[in-house]
T-cell receptor, first 111, second 115 residues
Framework: QKEVEQDPGPLSVPEGAIVSLNCTYSNSAFQYFMWYRQYSRKGPELLMYTYSSGNKEDGRFTAQVDKSSKYISLFIRDSQPSDSATYLCAMSRGGGNQFYFGTGTSLTVIP | SAVISQKPSRDICQRGTSLTIQCQVDSQVTMMFWYRQQPGQSLTLIATANQGSEATYESGFVIDKFPISRPNLTFSTLTVSNMSPEDSSIYLC????????????FGPGTRLTVL
């Protein structure tokens, strides 16, 4: 079983839609949860960084962590064509330990 | 966030040759990381490079194949040695944020094709 599972998509939505991206994981020791956005032929860009369970909001982006279900989500409100990218989830136990990444979900927002 | 550059941005190499990838950061950082990103697969950590010490390699990666240098707090190199087509991938360096080891920023990547 992989440490982190992420549906690769592709996901295609109309502009203005609410997008939900999800990852599940198997290691209950994970404490830190990240979402990265990666445009084509670019490196991953850190979007959201959360510790333990709960929600974190930053503009149109909301990250949710449910440790009891080993499930994390990223919501994008009022999606824009510029949000079209691959979204990677990542997590770690903390203390400089290794990051574990999902395979990424490809998102296209259609104008 | 730190500004990270990588050279080369892409290269096409022949089987059996070696390529050295450079990673430069605009500020001093403690930890630098090297990843491989293959199509349809998650980012895989190759090694962690701390200045002044030997790099720490993850399972499946060895120093003879992926030698790493970390001469100072702003620079690192990764060499892909004796390349085969299976080494075709994107190679990424990343650094910790300085605020937390759990916050990493990535360079733009080096796209390597081995013929």
């Amino acid at each position: 079983q992989k440490e982190v599972e992420q549906d690769p998509g592709p996901l295609s939505v109309p502009e203005g839609a609410i997008v939900s991206l999800n990852c599940t994981y198997s290691n209950s020791a994970f404490q830190y949860f990240m979402w990265y956005r990666q445009y084509s032929r670019k490196g991953p860009e850190l979007l959201m960084y959360t510790y333990s369970s709960g929600n974190k909001e930053d503009g149109r982006f909301t990250a949710q962590v449910d440790k009891s279900s080993k499930y994390i989500s990223l919501f994008i409100r009022d999606s824009q064509p510029s949000d079209s990218a691959t979204y990677l989830c990542a997590m770690s136990r903390g203390g400089g330990n290794q990051f574990y990444f999902g395979t990424g979900t490809s998102l296209t927002v259609i104008p | 966030s730190a500004v990270i550059s990588q050279k080369p941005s892409r290269d096409i190499c022949q089987r059996g040759t070696s390529l050295t990838i450079q990673c430069q950061v605009d500020s001093q950082v403690t930890m630098m990381f090297w990843y491989r990103q293959q199509p349809g697969q998650s980012l895989t950590l190759i090694a962690t490079a701390n200045q002044g010490s030997e790099a720490t390699y993850e399972s499946g990666f060895v120093i003879d194949k992926f030698p790493i240098s970390r001469p100072n707090l702003t620079f690192s190199t990764l060499t892909v040695s004796n390349m085969s087509p299976e080494d075709s991938s994107i190679y990424l360096c990343s650094v910790d944020s300085g605020r937390s080891y759990n916050e990493q920023f990535f360079g733009p990547g080096t796209r390597l094709t081995v013929l």
